[in-house]
């Protein structure tokens, strides 16, 4: 059974920095593309970052030059590293796991139950 967990959401103000991380178990973590994404109170689930399992990366443009994907196959676990947040990020991200890297969430057939990130202003 594939399971994700994510971890590393907080509390923090705008300027600041967080990690996100997120273990996968249940199925060949290097085989697999992994992707954050975030869904805000009243809005869509939306695409953030994404690393295939070759290492290729996208981002959305709203995080492009400020948050940093990265994936330790040894650990099984991808990361989100977060630069200069904004309150606009704030929301709910989520892990999910893919055959390919797609910045659609209808494309990921498992997800994690998600990690609260608040940043005041």
């Known amino acids: 059974q594939v399971q994700l967990v994510e971890s590393g959401g907080g509390l923090v103000q705008a300027g600041n920095s967080l990690r996100l991380s997120c273990a996968a178990s249940?199925?060949?973590?290097?085989?697999?593309?992994m992707g954050w994404f975030r869904q805000a109170p009243g809005k869509e689930r939306e695409f953030v970052a994404g690393i295939s399992r070759s290492g290729s990366i996208r981002y959305a443009d709203s995080v492009k030059g400020r948050f940093t994907i990265s994936r330790d196959n040894a650990k099984n676990t991808v990361y989100l590293q977060m630069n200069s947040l904004k309150p606009e990020d704030t929301a709910v991200y989520y892990c999910g796991t893919n055959w390919i890297l797609a910045i659609a969430a209808s494309e990921y057939d498992y997800w994690g139950r998600g990690t609260q990130v608040t940043v005041s202003s």
């Open positions: 249940g199925r060949t973590f290097s085989s697999y593309a």
